[in-house]
């Protein structure tokens, strides 16, 4: 069998999308491959690529309007902003608040049929209202993210500033090629750095 | 909101689909709503409903022939048999031997893209196999199971006659919808006891 993996194995080493903390939660134990020298735990890269395939073919199973996907810092927001305009995903960028998903009293109430999340600690009363409502959870997991509650575990770096490009990138790209609206790589006009935060140098 | 479950949670009860073992493995805790007074740990039926139907829409997203199920126990091949009939899915039943997926001299090497595993201690060498090949694996788990590897955890009493029959039953109704090959729950011609091992009691 040649799996092939969706990017070369390089980029992804080079976005250190396999780079965890130095935290290690029982329920990530299980993705991690290795301990580096400094302490920080790796994660394995076939079971990264492996699910962020699986995760688009999960929400390509959904109508866009019905798929929320949560950011809650500056390198998730602007990745995941940049996936939502590509996809037509509904993003909810900061904080989630009581009730998003459970109050219909609320003038942002939304009923999303899955959510995908981009950092289970920051977003986790996202991950609460999703429980509440029995909505599946994808998310974007790191060695120190706890995960319960959690349907689909992607195990990643999700606080680099390239990794979280990388990963937001290959999942608008699958997601397209999930739908049938693009059929090749090719086609999906967009690379890596649009995903990317824009750090500004302003002169004063 | 007010999801509604595949089918009505007394018929979940009533096959004892959320009984699971006295023992409990660290990976399968966080399926486990309670310990019962005989010590039985209790899944819980929120989560075992919302993943058969997340297992559902996975396995649509694959061609069937793409996709193997194995069974290895009485009741499991039972159930597994009927379900694949009805969904063309390649049915490995009895022993999984080692090189199945990975040994393309066999006589019987099958290059699946996805696999289904009705119990994964029975059917550990399936697993090993799978993700050995990078290959995706959804899992029938009960409470002492141990999960690495699995990407996508069913918790269930894997056991059980009945409980079998109707996650069968369901798997394959809801297979067939999220395909389109049936657009309701009445154009599944076939009842949960289609699904069980029949007990044949013969005359001497």
Same mark, same amino acid.
């Given at each position: 069998?040649?799996?092939?993996?969706?990017?070369?194995?390089?980029?992804?080493?080079?976005?250190?999308?396999?780079?965890?903390?130095?935290?290690?939660?029982?329920?990530?134990?299980?993705?991690?491959?290795?301990?580096?020298?400094?302490?920080?735990?790796?994660?394995?890269?076939?079971?990264?690529?492996?699910?962020?395939?699986?995760?688009?073919?999960?929400?390509?199973?959904?109508?866009?309007?019905?798929?929320?996907?949560?950011? *809650?810092? #500056? &390198?998730?927001?602007? @990745?995941?902003?940049?996936?939502? =305009?590509?996809?037509? !995903? %509904?993003?909810?960028?900061?904080?989630?608040?009581?009730?998003?998903?459970?109050?219909?009293?609320?003038?942002?109430?939304?009923?999303?049929?899955?959510?995908?999340?981009?950092?289970?600690?920051?977003?986790?009363?996202?991950?609460?209202?999703?429980?509440?409502?029995?909505?599946?959870?994808?998310?974007?997991?790191?060695?120190?993210?706890?995960?319960?509650?959690?349907?689909?575990?992607?195990?990643?770096?999700?606080?680099?500033?390239?990794?979280? *490009?990388? #990963? &937001?990138?290959?999942? @608008?790209?699958?997601?397209?090629? =999930?739908?049938?609206? !693009? %059929?090749?790589?090719?086609?999906?006009?967009?690379?890596?750095?649009?995903?990317?935060?824009?750090?500004?140098?302003?002169?004063?």
């Amino acid at each position: 069998m040649t799996e092939k993996m969706l990017v070369e194995q390089t980029e992804y080493l080079e976005v250190g999308i396999h780079i965890g903390t130095k935290v290690r939660t029982p329920g990530m134990s299980r993705f991690i491959y290795k301990v580096r020298e400094d302490g920080l735990y790796l994660l394995d890269l076939a079971t990264i690529d492996k699910r962020i395939s699986l995760a688009a073919k999960m929400l390509s199973k959904y109508d866009p309007s019905d798929i929320v996907v949560t950011a *809650s810092r #500056i &390198y998730s927001i602007a @990745a995941a902003t940049k996936f939502a =305009e590509i996809t037509k !995903i %509904k993003l909810i960028s900061g904080r989630v608040m009581p009730g998003l998903f459970t109050n219909p009293n609320r003038e942002d109430f939304t009923e999303p049929e899955i959510v995908l999340i981009s950092d289970n600690r920051n977003e986790r009363q996202a991950i609460k209202e999703a429980s509440k409502t029995n909505v599946p959870i994808i998310s974007f997991c790191d060695t120190d993210n706890w995960i319960k509650f959690v349907d689909l575990v992607v195990p990643c770096n999700n606080k680099g500033r390239r990794s979280l *490009s990388l #990963i &937001y990138f290959l999942l @608008a790209r699958e997601f397209l090629k =999930e739908k049938g609206l !693009i %059929k090749t790589n090719d086609e999906f006009n967009y690379k890596v750095s649009d995903f990317e935060a824009k750090v500004e140098m302003k002169a004063k």
